[in-house]
């Protein structure tokens, strides 16, 4: 999967009142919690995910999983590159921190995607259409806003 050539689909962005390296430890975490539910690996093993399981080293380095995706870049501190595929879909979810002044760091997810064939649209529909993919990424970066600020 080339990453750079999946198609935008959307970015959210939270400014969380912490150090970068505060908030990268929230988001490692948040992820970790997040997809190591029951609910997580069912989903992985509905849609045919490639990854499926966690494992790899912790906190993340190239090649580390969790259900639907896989580490494909990392700048500790700076840029958490995930990617994945399953039978609809070949995506990617690019998490970047950026300073935003003292004591204050800018957290954005970026969205790409490539949704084939029919299934593939009517999935893109379900999870993009109905605005459930943007509530999933918003919860998760308040997740991690949370974690990073207590």
Known sequence: MQIPT????????????????????????????SFSRPGANGYARLVGCAD?????????AEGSTFPGFRVAAVVPGRE?????R???SSYALIFRLEPAGPG????????????????????????????GHAVVVRRLLATVRRRAES
């Not at 198609?7 to 919690?33: I, K, N």
């Not at 499926?52 to 993340?60: K, L, M, V």
């Not at 958490?80 to 994945?84: C, D, F, S, T």
């Open 6 to 33: 999946l198609p935008y689909r959307d970015e959210h962005t939270t400014v969380v009142a912490a150090a970068a390296d505060d908030v990268w430890r929230g988001l490692g975490d948040t992820l970790d919690r």
């Open 86 to 88: 399953h039978r609809f």
């Open 104 to 131: 204050r760091t800018r957290l954005t997810a970026e969205t790409r995607a490539t949704f084939p064939g029919p299934a593939g649209g009517l999935y893109r529909l379900l999870v993009l259409g109905t605005g």
């Open 80 to 84: 958490l590159v995930l990617g994945g």
């Open 52 to 60: 499926r399981e966690a494992s790899g080293p912790r906190p993340f």
